[in-house]
């Protein structure tokens, strides 16, 4: 986890396009100036960072449905709910699924856990479009190659 570029997911375990399902990890750093102030003598990861975690696992699950043709985009959160702390230095695993999916939308259900501990969960609503940018679809192939995406999810046959 590269919490200072925004990069939340450190590979993918396992994407499912047929049941439509994903399972990332991620480590949370030792250390991070996100812990200086959040909090003082007790850091916990943020719960908008989780929440960004499990967004971005669904964008990936995404992108895989779509065979990297189009960009999903965080367009709302609901039922966010956070039932633990996240410590420095500990390790995710993010879960997500889709529930819905159609008229440039996707609905996922996500969740984090630390070993079996269900520390949050969220539905993530996205709107998809075509790439804005070419830019913008280089840096995520190269993301994808990073974090082990796999190559056959990408094909555009």
């Known amino acids: 986890m590269q919490i200072e570029t925004f990069q939340l997911i450190d590979r993918i375990v396992d994407l499912n396009i047929g049941e439509r399902t994903i399972t990332v990890e991620a480590q949370v750093p030792e250390k991070s100036t996100i812990f200086e102030g959040h909090f003082p003598g007790y850091p916990i990861m943020p719960g908008v960072l989780l929440t960004e975690a499990m967004a971005q696992s669904s964008g990936w699950l995404l992108l895989g449905l779509m065979k990297f043709e189009r960009m999903p985009f965080l367009a709302m959160i609901k039922e966010a709910k956070m039932r633990g702390f996240v410590s420095p230095g500990q390790l995710l695993t993010i879960d997500a699924k889709v529930e819905y999916e159609g008229s440039g939308f996707a609905v996922t259900s996500a969740k984090v856990r630390v070993g079996t501990e269900?520390?949050?969960?969220?539905?993530?609503?996205?709107?998809?479009?075509?790439?804005?940018?070419?830019?913008?679809?280089?840096?995520?192939?190269?993301?994808?190659?990073?974090?082990?995406?796999?190559?056959?999810?990408?094909?555009?046959?």
Not at 146 to 152: A, L, R, S
């Open 118 to 157: 269900l520390k949050c969960s969220a539905d993530l609503t996205f709107r998809h479009i075509p790439f804005p940018h070419p830019d913008l679809r280089v840096h995520m192939d190269a993301m994808a190659h990073k974090i082990g995406f796999p190559q056959q999810a990408m094909t555009h046959e």
